[in-house]
C-alpha cells in the first residue's frame, strides 16, 4: 500500500458512540495532520504531530482526541459527538520543513446522527 | 480579514476551454504555493508546487505567483471533463512545520 491510507471510508455513529479513525502514511514523513472538511468552508487544522509529538491543537474540542504512537500512525478517537461534527476528517502528512508539502489520504465521512 | 481568499465558484466552462483560477492572499510571509485538485468524495490531491513568484508549467497545467499583488493563480489549457473537480489554493510560511492555509476551493465543471 502506497501513498496515505484511511480507515473506515464511511462512518455513522450516534452521539453517544465512542469510535475511532486511522491513519497510516507510507511515504516515511515525519508529520501528520488532521484535518475537518465541511461543506463550502475551508479546510480546517485540527492537530499537527511532529515526530509522534503534538505541535498543534487548533483549539479542538476535547470530545476530538488524537493519538500518535509512531510517525506512520495517527489516530482520532471521537466520543460524544454533535450533529454538526459530520464532515469529511482528512489525514494528511508531510515533512517538517517549509518546503514540505502534504499528502491527504481519501478522508472519512463522518456522519452522526 | 481572510488570510486567503479564493471564489468558491461555480465555474462552468465547455470542453477544450482555458480556465483560470485565483487565489489572493494577505500575509507577505507566505513564499510556497500549491494547488490541490479534489474529486467528489475523495481527498484532495497535490497538482502544482511553487516557490516564490514566477511561472511554472506541468502539461497543460500552469502555476503562476505574484509575491508584489499577493495573487496566485493556475491555468488550466484545453480543458477536459476530467478536470471537473474542485481547486484548492493552499500557501505556508516556509518556517512553520508545512502548516498549509487553505482557500476554500473553486468548483470547477467541464462540460462536453
Known amino acids: 500500500e502506497t501513498g496515505v491510507t484511511q480507515t473506515p471510508r464511511h462512518l455513522v455513529m450516534g452521539m453517544t458512540n465512542k469510535k475511532s479513525l486511522k491513519c497510516e502514511q507510507h511515504?516515511?514523513?515525519?508529520?501528520m495532520y488532521w484535518y475537518k472538511q465541511s461543506a463550502k468552508k475551508p479546510l480546517e487544522l485540527m492537530f499537527v504531530?511532529?515526530?509522534?509529538?503534538?505541535?498543534e491543537n487548533n483549539s479542538v474540542p476535547s470530545r476530538f482526541s488524537p493519538e500518535c504512537p509512531n510517525s506512520s500512525h495517527l489516530f482520532l478517537h471521537l466520543h460524544t459527538l454533535q450533529p454538526e461534527d459530520s464532515a469529511l476528517y482528512l489525514c494528511?502528512?508531510?515533512?517538517?520543513?517549509?518546503?514540505?508539502?502534504?499528502?491527504f489520504g481519501p478522508g472519512t465521512r463522518l456522519t452522526v446522527l | 480579514q481572510k488570510e486567503v481568499e479564493q471564489d468558491p465558484g461555480p465555474l462552468s466552462v465547455p470542453e477544450g476551454a482555458i480556465v483560470s483560477l485565483n487565489c489572493t492572499y494577505s500575509?507577505?510571509?507566505?513564499?510556497?504555493f500549491m494547488w490541490y485538485r479534489q474529486y467528489s468524495r475523495k481527498g484532495p490531491e497535490l497538482l502544482m508546487y511553487?516557490?516564490?513568484?514566477g511561472n511554472k508549467e506541468d502539461g497543460r497545467f500552469t502555476a503562476q505567483v505574484d509575491k508584489s499583488s499577493k495573487y496566485i493563480s493556475l491555468f488550466i489549457r484545453d480543458s477536459q471533463p476530467s478536470d471537473s473537480a474542485t481547486y484548492l489554493c493552499?500557501?505556508?510560511?516556509?518556517?512553520?512545520?508545512?502548516?498549509?492555509?487553505f482557500g476554500r476551493g473553486t468548483q470547477l465543471t467541464v462540460w462536453p
Open positions: 494528511a502528512s508531510g515533512g517538517t520543513g517549509g518546503e514540505d508539502t502534504q499528502y
Open positions: 511515504l516515511g514523513h515525519n508529520a
Open positions: 504531530y511532529n515526530f509522534k509529538e503534538q505541535t
Open positions: 500575509n507577505s510571509a507566505f513564499q510556497y
Open positions: 511553487t516557490y516564490s513568484s
Open positions: 493552499a500557501m505556508n510560511r516556509g518556517s512553520t512545520l508545512g502548516r498549509l492555509y
